[in-house]
């Protein structure tokens, strides 16, 4: 509890201080110090979330998974019943170490999208101009990737919605438009006038935008 309130509160001192009107707009020593202290703190309380799920492995970790399973139990049952039981173990701890990174990958996916999503807005709102077509992609484009990243992050939590999570045509598939997604972002970004992290020749005018993206 005490690491997740410390993450909320660098966060929203990092997200401020960094904004288009904040004091560390530009990247320097306080720009540097406000996204690294955050993102520490957020490892620490990713740690927290692992501790809570992720410290014991249970039989259910392994019936839930995928058709691998399947394949090991096939596979072990013409050999000895400590060979089964070795190869069970080893499976199970398999899968919670591919579970566990999965978590991560969501877990900052979704962070580094929001605060691609909030610079995007503050950019918006501190424009004179009306906001282009391309400007709005720039903004619901990140929104879209955490919301999903948020999701997949919550069914990595247990072992049952791992299952689905982890399976090619729901978990692979949404992969797939992500990147998508998020690969048209980057190239509106990076290559359109109407970007607001680079400038005409490619110099970088929003650090939030261009750095996290």
């Known amino acids: 509890l005490f690491s ?16 288009v009107q904040g004091p560390a707009a530009t990247v320097g020593n306080l720009y540097y110090a406000s996204w690294s202290a955050f993102l520490l703190c957020l490892r620490i309380c990713l740690g927290c979330v692992e501790e809570l799920y992720h410290v014991r492995a249970s039989l259910v970790e392994a019936d839930n998974s995928n058709d691998d399973r399947h394949k090991c139990v096939s ?8 060979e089964i039981s070795i190869d069970m173990h080893n499976y199970r701890r398999v899968a919670k170490k591919e579970r566990q990174s999965h978590l991560r990958k969501y877990f900052f996916l979704a962070i580094f999208s929001v605060v691609c999503f909030a610079s995007a807005w503050d950019a918006a709102y501190n ?11 720039l903004i619901l484009a990140p929104a879209a990737v955490a919301f999903v990243s948020i999701i997949m ?4 939590l247990k072992p049952t919605p791992y299952s689905i999570a982890s399976h090619i045509c729901i978990g692979g598939l949404l992969s797939v438009i992500c990147f998508g ?28 935008l261009y750095y996290f993206s």
Do not use: P
Request: aromatic share 8%.
């Open 4 to 19: 997740f309130c410390l993450s909320l509160l660098l966060g929203l001192n990092a997200v401020f201080s960094t904004g």
């Open 75 to 82: 596979q072990a049952s013409s050999v000895s019943g400590s």
């Open 127 to 137: 424009q004179e101009a009306s906001t282009s077509r391309e400007q709005k992609y």
């Open 153 to 156: 992050f919550l069914l990595c």
């Open 181 to 208: 997604v998020w690969l048209v972002d980057l190239v509106l970004l990076m290559h359109t006038d109407d970007s607001w992290a680079v400038n005409g020749i490619g110099e970088m005018k929003l650090a939030n």
